[in-house]
C-alpha cells in the first residue's frame, strides 16, 4: 500500500490532494485550469470547507496522474466506495491480459523478459531469465524475487555485472522517479535498502555518458551486453493490470545475441 493510501484513514481527502498537487509540483491556479474548476472551490476542497464528490475526486485525480490505487484511497478518504477494481492475474476477468502477457513473453525468446510489479516483485518470466540470475544465492530466488534486490545484492547478480557502478546509478534513479511519482513507502524502504549494499560505493565513480545504460554481466555462457525496455498496458481499469511492467532485454552486439540464441 502507498503513502497515500496508508494515510488515508487519518488524513482528509482534501489534505491528501493538497499533498498530491503539491507533490506534482503544481499550484491551485494551474490544477483548476487543468481540470476545468474555479481556484476558490479548489482552495475549499483541500482545505476541508468543501467535501468533493466523487467524480471531482476522479477528475483531480486523472489531471494529477494518481495511480489507480491511490484513487481508490482518496475515494475511501472521501466516503465513497473504490472506483477501480483489482484483480489476481489468475481471475476469469484478467484471462486476456495473462494470456497476452504469456504471448509476449514467449514471443521474445530466446531473449530474456520478466514481469514486474510495482514493488519490483517477479510475478512471470520466460526461460531466458535463468541465464541473467545464474550463480546467484537460492534464498534471492525464493519467490517473491524482488528483481531490483536480486539485482544488487551481493549475494545476486551484483558479482558479475562487469558495469556494477552504472547500472546500480541507473536503477536507483529509476526508483527515484517511481517513488516521486507513486508516493510509496514501499518502494522507499527498498531504496533504503538497495543504498546499504556494496554496490552503491561504486554509484559515485561510474560513467555517466551514453544514451542508455546497458548490462553487462559475465554468465556461464559467456559475457552478456542487453539493454532493458519497458512496456506497460495502456488504458488500465484494474489496479492490478496498471502495476504491471513488462521488461524485455535485447542484446547490444553480435556476441551476445549469438549466446542468447545458441540457449
Known sequence: MGAAAAGAAAEPVGA????????????????SLRAGVSTRHLSFIETGRSLPTSDMI????????????ERNALLLAGGYAPAYPQH???????????DAINRILAAHAPYP??????HWD?????????????????HLLEPPVNVLRLSLHPDGMASRIVNLGQWC??????LAREISGTADAELV???DELTGYPAHDLVAGSDPTGLVVPLRIRTPAGELSVLSTTT????????????????????????????????
Open 16 to 31: 491528501l490532494l493538497s499533498s498530491w498537487r503539491r507533490r506534482r509540483r503544481l499550484t491551485q491556479l494551474e490544477l
Open 58 to 69: 476522479l477528475l483531480l485525480s486523472e489531471q494529477l496522474d494518481i495511480p489507480l490505487r
Open 88 to 98: 489476481r492475474l489468475s481471475d476469469p476477468p484478467l484471462a486476456a491480459v495473462n
Open 113 to 118: 523478459a520478466l514481469v514486474i510489479d510495482r
Open 122 to 138: 517477479l510475478v512471470a518470466a520466460n526461460a531466458a531469465v535463468d541465464l541473467l540470475t545464474a550463480g546467484s544465492a537460492p
Open 169 to 174: 546509478a541507473h536503477v536507483l534513479e529509476r
Open 189 to 191: 524502504r527498498l531504496r
Open 232 to 263: 506497460v498496458f495502456g488504458t488500465p481499469r484494474d489496479v492490478t493490470v496498471a502495476e504491471l511492467a513488462i521488461e524485455s532485454f535485447y542484446p547490444t552486439d553480435r556476441s551476445s545475441a549469438e549466446i542468447l540464441r545458441r540457449r
